[in-house]
């Protein structure tokens, strides 16, 4: 037997449901979260615009961080269901965009944001600008670039706080020159940082160096106690005042990188790369590493560029152009070239860093510490104070909740 009650007419005063309002769908548009970057797509600024016709038709602009974004699909299914239930609407359709360079700077940085709220609280300040020094692999001169730019930054009045995360292959203490034990107060119950004048500023060095008895000593640690030990000089070290903490990252993207990228997740990256292809390739993985965990890629550093002879010739003998290929591969800049200088090997085995010193090298470690103090990476106070903006929001939101 045929239903007919669809073909009874209803009654004249059965309500029409109201057309939603443009608010009510951006509201909605909160629920929807992009996966990558762990944040609402109306809080990251990918929900560009709702329009909502008289007959029920929802049109909304998203702008994605790629056009070919692989969520593409999820995003979608997660609006659509969001929106289609709504009492008057009829249909939804979702226009797509991108999102220009300035916006994508925006979202991740709100992104990161957003993660630093739910990250642990540390003993470095928030004042302080923490630069990653990463590389793809071994062998690039990652430590030797640290260990410079700390202290040419020491020199120009700095107070730069180096933390040897290569837990394994901890090298910093022999390439600054310093030897002692890490100690502290039981009072406070904190790690004081070995502190070492440079110029018209200081640098306070945290390193397994410190806690071994002979630098000989082989770690035989995995990933938990590794992450213990940097989790360690990221919570239990009395830093105190910085400017610059400059940390000298272990080679790849393991379990240390992971986690300190997730202890702090305002800090931002400098990649070391060598001419050579095969380390430029590897060190692509670690820019995608630090973006995954809404990093910043300061820019790109080419070890061992080139080497320099008595009479000024430059013969490249690892190549050239690595550090500018991956510069362009990961859409940063190019910081400066460090070329080949026996002076380099010898200030690290010396404890006596170049950057200090003369020559093709420390020219070259001037010139890129002028960009970063300048554009590239500034104190945060020059950068116009938006961390102690950030604490005292923070204190504020503290003090209303207690």
């Given at each position: 037997?045929?239903?007919?009650?669809?073909?009874?007419?209803?009654?004249?005063?059965?309500?029409?449901?109201?057309?939603?309002?443009?608010?009510?769908?951006?509201?909605?548009?909160?629920?929807?979260?992009d996966p990558e970057l762990g944040s609402n797509i109306v809080e990251l600024g990918m929900a560009k615009a709702v329009t909502v016709t008289s007959d029920g038709l929802v049109d909304v602009t998203i702008a994605l961080t790629t056009s070919g974004c692989p969520l593409r699909?999820?995003?979608?299914?997660?609006?659509?269901?969001?929106?289609?239930?709504?009492?008057?609407?009829?249909?939804?359709?979702?226009?797509?965009?991108?999102?220009?360079?300035?916006?994508?700077?925006?979202?991740?940085?709100?992104?990161?944001w957003n993660v630093s709220r739910d990250a642990p609280d540390t003993e470095i300040p928030t004042t302080t600008r923490v630069l990653m020094v990463a590389s793809g692999k071994g062998g690039v001169g990652k430590s030797s670039v640290?260990?410079?730019?700390?202290?040419?930054?020491?020199?120009?009045?700095?107070?730069?706080?180096?933390?040897?995360?290569?837990?394994?292959?901890?090298?910093?203490?022999?390439?600054?020159?310093?030897?002692?034990?890490?100690?502290?107060s039981p009072e406070v119950g904190k790690i004081d940082p070995i502190q070492?004048?440079?110029?018209?500023?200081?640098?306070?060095?945290?390193?397994?160096?410190?806690?071994?008895?002979?630098?000989?000593?082989?770690?035989?640690?995995?990933?938990?106690?590794?992450?213990?030990?940097?989790?360690?000089?990221?919570?239990?070290?009395?830093?105190?005042?910085?400017?610059?903490?400059?940390?000298?990252?272990?080679?790849?993207?393991?379990?240390?990188?992971?986690?300190?990228?997730?202890?702090?997740?305002?800090?931002?990256?400098?990649?070391?790369?060598?001419?050579?292809?095969?380390?430029?390739?590897?060190?692509?993985?670690?820019?995608?590493?630090?973006?995954?965990?809404?990093?910043?890629?300061v820019g790109v550093i080419e070890n061992m560029s080139a080497f320099v002879a008595p009479d000024g010739a430059r013969h490249m003998l690892f190549g050239e152009g690595g550090g500018e290929s991956l510069a362009d591969d990961i859409g940063a800049a190019l910081l400066g070239s460090i070329p080949l200088d026996t002076a380099v090997a010898l200030g690290g085995d010396t404890g006596r860093p170049v950057a200090l010193a003369d020559g093709p090298a420390a020219e070259a470690y001037r010139s890129i510490?002028?960009?970063?103090?300048?554009?590239?990476?500034?104190?945060?106070?020059?950068?116009?104070?938006?961390?102690?903006?950030?604490e005292a929001a923070e204190q504020a939101l503290d003090e209303a909740g207690a």
């Amino acid at each position: 037997m045929r239903d007919t009650r669809a073909d009874k007419p209803q009654p004249e005063d059965s309500p029409v449901p109201d057309i939603p309002s443009e608010d009510r769908i951006f509201d909605l548009l909160r629920g929807v979260i992009d996966p990558e970057l762990g944040s609402n797509i109306v809080e990251l600024g990918m929900a560009k615009a709702v329009t909502v016709t008289s007959d029920g038709l929802v049109d909304v602009t998203i702008a994605l961080t790629t056009s070919g974004c692989p969520l593409r699909a999820q995003i979608q299914r997660d609006t659509r269901s969001r929106i289609e239930g709504l009492p008057g609407v009829t249909k939804v359709h979702i226009t797509w965009t991108e999102l220009t360079a300035e916006e994508k700077a925006a979202t991740m940085a709100k992104a990161r944001w957003n993660v630093s709220r739910d990250a642990p609280d540390t003993e470095i300040p928030t004042t302080t600008r923490v630069l990653m020094v990463a590389s793809g692999k071994g062998g690039v001169g990652k430590s030797s670039v640290t260990v410079n730019l700390a202290a040419s930054l020491a020199e120009r009045g700095f107070t730069v706080g180096v933390m040897d995360a290569d837990i394994w292959g901890f090298s910093i203490p022999r390439m600054l020159g310093i030897e002692g034990r890490l100690g502290g107060s039981p009072e406070v119950g904190k790690i004081d940082p070995i502190q070492m004048p440079v110029g018209e500023g200081v640098l306070k060095v945290v390193s397994m160096g410190f806690l071994v008895e002979r630098e000989e000593t082989a770690l035989m640690w995995r990933g938990l106690m590794l992450n213990r030990a940097v989790q360690h000089f990221c919570e239990d070290v009395a830093w105190g005042p910085m400017d610059y903490l400059i940390i000298d990252m272990p080679p790849g993207t393991g379990d240390v990188q992971m986690g300190l990228a997730r202890m702090l997740p305002r800090a931002e990256m400098i990649i070391v790369t060598t001419p050579a292809l095969a380390a430029q390739k590897v060190a692509v993985r670690v820019a995608a590493m630090g973006r995954n965990n809404y990093l910043r890629i300061v820019g790109v550093i080419e070890n061992m560029s080139a080497f320099v002879a008595p009479d000024g010739a430059r013969h490249m003998l690892f190549g050239e152009g690595g550090g500018e290929s991956l510069a362009d591969d990961i859409g940063a800049a190019l910081l400066g070239s460090i070329p080949l200088d026996t002076a380099v090997a010898l200030g690290g085995d010396t404890g006596r860093p170049v950057a200090l010193a003369d020559g093709p090298a420390a020219e070259a470690y001037r010139s890129i510490v002028d960009l970063i103090v300048t554009e590239a990476a500034p104190p945060i106070e020059m950068a116009g104070c938006s961390a102690r903006l950030l604490e005292a929001a923070e204190q504020a939101l503290d003090e209303a909740g207690a």
